[in-house]
């Protein structure tokens, strides 16, 4: 009796073992296969974190979390104010209004120079200055609160790389980095293995000078402060100049529209290669009705951007990171037949001569002041024209993009971040 207890026993023994390794094997399996379901589901959720929830971001280079956090948090409070400073002096914005919205990154020096081409235009009081920044800076911030001559209001893209420096729509280690070719991206195993038309990764900074202009565009027709606004919104970047009268021929270019070009969709108070023009060409009065968009001194209204966001496959999925043919695409492909109002002697001027707009590269921070300088002091003749003579200009237009914008991802937070 007693040995058949032992042998009892030992069974027992190997029983429980054997039951031990079962489940342990089967925790290792369900644990691999949690992993696998997380990364999926990661993926297709990657937006969501980017909606606020809590991310540990490590940037060895920038900021850290602790101070990442505290920016995004300042940005979500400031963008949910809408506060509009100077409205004590200036009165409530109208119909009877222009809303500029300026398009920052974080060069003090060009944002300088075209408060002070604000400061001197007639009519400046009028406006409402709506800036918006993808970076949060002090220095900035200071100078645009200094603003006394017209309506100010600032609002801050959420998704920016300072805020997210260390996973998307930044840099995340795992991404195969811009400069990479298709064998070494498949060396590293890349999370991001989608290259664009012209077999290039996604580059950061490029994608988000789309994402902020779709963000912002989007952000200002939708501001509880401008629901009632149904006037004209011009849309300018850091780098611009302005002349004493472009708020004086904005109003003759919607005239015009008014009763000759009632097809006509976008207002440009230049052509995109005015640099080079001499004061002689100031005395052009023409403003070309035509099918091709210029992306320098564009203005439109809140009717043409529900348009333009019924048309948000044409720009979101488009492979290019520029916004401008981006919007050129939305035109060509979903808007037919839409015409444009541009401006021969440009009222707006671009200051910057960079690779891009994200400044990219060696550039030059008043490049062009000197020789825009000189051309504002000899067109004094040639400001305040009597009327604009119309005449009709078309083209073919080119469907060729720079691509850049191959990643899903971005095609996700572009779609994700338009209206309803």
């Not at 051309?375 to 237009?397: A, C, G």
């Amino acid at each position: 009796m007693g040995q058949h207890r032992f042998k009892g026993d030992k069974v027992t023994k190997r029983q429980i073992l054997r039951i031990i390794f079962v489940l342990f094997g089967i925790l290792v399996i369900l644990g691999a296969a949690s992993l696998v379901l997380f990364i999926t589901v990661f993926d297709a959720t990657e937006l969501d974190i980017l909606e606020g929830e809590d991310t540990f971001y490590h940037s060895p280079s920038g900021d850290s979390p602790a101070v990442t956090n505290e920016i995004e948090e300042k940005v979500s409070i400031i963008n949910s104010e809408e506060t509009i400073r100077n409205e004590e002096i200036f009165g409530k914005l109208n119909n009877y209004s222009t809303v500029i919205v300026i398009q920052v990154h974080k060069h003090v020096t060009h944002l300088q120079n075209l408060l002070k081409s604000f400061q001197d235009a007639d009519d400046i009081k009028d406006v409402l200055l709506i800036f918006s920044h993808d970076f949060f800076d002090e220095e900035l911030n200071r100078l645009i609160k200094s603003i006394k001559f017209c309506r100010v209001m600032q609002i801050f893209y959420p998704h920016s790389i300072q805020i997210y420096p260390n996973v998307f729509p930044g840099m995340d280690p795992d991404d195969c980095t811009p400069n990479m070719n298709e064998q070494e991206a498949l060396q590293k195993k890349c999370r991001n293995h989608y290259i664009d038309r012209t077999g290039k990764y996604r580059h950061p900074q490029l994608s988000q000078v789309k994402h902020h202009w779709w963000w912002k565009a989007n952000r200002v027709f939708d501001l509880a402060k401008l629901e009632t606004y149904d006037g004209w919104v011009l849309f300018l970047e850091e780098d611009n100049y302005v002349l004493k009268d472009f708020l004086y021929v904005l109003k003759l270019m919607k005239t015009a529209i008014k009763y000759s070009c009632r097809n006509c969709k976008v207002l440009a108070l230049s052509s995109n290669s005015n640099n080079e023009k001499s004061s002689h060409h100031m005395g052009n009065y023409k403003v070309a009705i035509t099918n091709r968009l210029s992306n320098l001194g564009m203005a439109f209204n809140r009717e043409l951007w529900i348009e333009i966001t019924k048309c948000k496959y044409s720009f979101c999925f488009y492979d290019d990171h520029n916004f401008d043919l981006s919007l050129r695409n939305v035109f060509r492909t979903c808007i037919p037949n839409a015409q444009h109002l541009v401006l021969y002697a440009s009222r707006v001027f671009r200051l910057g001569s960079c690779v891009s707009r994200y400044r990219i590269g060696k550039c030059g921070e008043n490049v062009n002041l000197a020789k825009v300088s000189k051309l504002v002091h000899d067109s004094t003749d040639y400001l305040f024209p009597e009327r604009l003579h119309l005449i009709s200009k078309q083209y073919n237009l080119s469907s060729r993009s720079y691509g850049r914008w191959g990643d899903p991802r971005d095609h996700a937070l572009c779609l994700g971040m338009t209206i309803k």
